[in-house]
């Protein structure tokens, strides 16, 4: 029979040389476990702010569409819209002018065919935000029937309700 060679150190054998290993390897463990959270962590909140930015820019664009979107032929359908994604002021504002603006577009048949070219984030929270948007709108009625093409940049703020990014104020700017 051959004689069994070990080569291998057991922890009795290497005594206080084992306990230092067995607590160095439980410390770096330990340390690995800690920033592996860490970076899940900011991960994470990384994650959230992106899902809230392009929540921000979705709604800020959709609002800018509607506002800049409205056909005499639809006129209560496109202002019904415009109202279902403001709040506040700003849909106190819209909805007083809305029977006078019924007549007004019927009148001149007016349709306004909106375009967003770009949006961008002033500023943000979790319960607010500015948006700076940029838009077209094509629009013809009795005065020009051709249509012309107009360009808005509108400044929206924005406020969270019930989980939705909703338009607050809307200003004209630049």
Known sequence: MAARRSYGLTVRELGANGKALTIGLVVATLLTTAVALWLSLRLYDQHEKDVRRQGILSAAR????????????HYDRDSANVLDGATGDFKK?????????????AENRSVSEGQVLD???????AHSARVLV??????????????????????????RRDGRWLTSDVEFVG
């Open 62 to 73: 959709q609002s800018a569409l509607n506002f800049t979107s409205l056909d005499y032929r």
């Open 93 to 105: 504002q819209f909805s007083a002018q809305t029977q006078g603006l019924t007549k007004l577009v």
């Open 119 to 125: 949006a961008g984030i002033v500023r943000s929270d």
């Open 134 to 159: 940029v838009a077209d709108s094509k629009v013809t009625n009795t005065a020009v029937p051709k249509g012309e093409t107009r360009t808005y940049r509108l400044q929206l703020d924005l406020v």
